[in-house]
C-alpha cells in the first residue's frame, strides 16, 4: 500500500507559477515510476508528466517546456513546477504511483486524493 498526498495548489493569475509537491508513504518510492494527471470539470482524467525511477521525463504536448517534473527520494516526494500558467491549467491535480513508466492512468496503481489549481485570466 502507498499513500499520497498532494499540496501546493491554488488560486493565481495567468502567467503565475505553482509548485506542487506530493509525499509519499509506504513502498520504495525510489523505485517506482510517478506520474502527475488532472481533471478539469466535466473532463476525463489527462496525462500531465511522469517520472521514471531513473528520472527519466516525459510531457503533455500542452505542458511540455512550461512544466517541470522531478523528485526527491531522499524526502519521498514527488514535485510538478507549473509556470507560465494559463486558465486551461485549471483543474484538479493527483499525483500517481505506477507500475510502469507510461503516461496511462491504467498503468498507475495508487493515487492521491489531489490538490486544486485555479488559473484566472
Known amino acids: 500500500q502507498v499513500h499520497l498526498v498532494e499540496s501546493g495548489g491554488g488560486l493565481v493569475q495567468a502567467g503565475d507559477s505553482l509548485r506542487l509537491s506530493c509525499a509519499a508513504s509506504g513502498r520504495t518510492f525510489s523505485s517506482a515510476a510517478m506520474g502527475w494527471f488532472r481533471q478539469a470539470p466535466g473532463k476525463d482524467r489527462e496525462f500531465v508528466a511522469c517520472?521514471?525511477?531513473?528520472?527519466?521525463?516525459y510531457y503533455a504536448t500542452s505542458v511540455k517546456g512550461r512544466f517541470t517534473i522531478s523528485r526527491d527520494n531522499a524526502k519521498n516526494t514527488l514535485y510538478l513546477q507549473m509556470n507560465s500558467l494559463k486558465p486551461e491549467d485549471t483543474a484538479v491535480y493527483r499525483c500517481a504511483y505506477g507500475s510502469m513508466y507510461s503516461t496511462a492512468v491504467k498503468d498507475y496503481v495508487y493515487w492521491g486524493q489531489g490538490t486544486q489549481v485555479t488559473v484566472s485570466s
Open positions: 517520472i521514471s525511477r531513473s528520472d527519466s521525463t
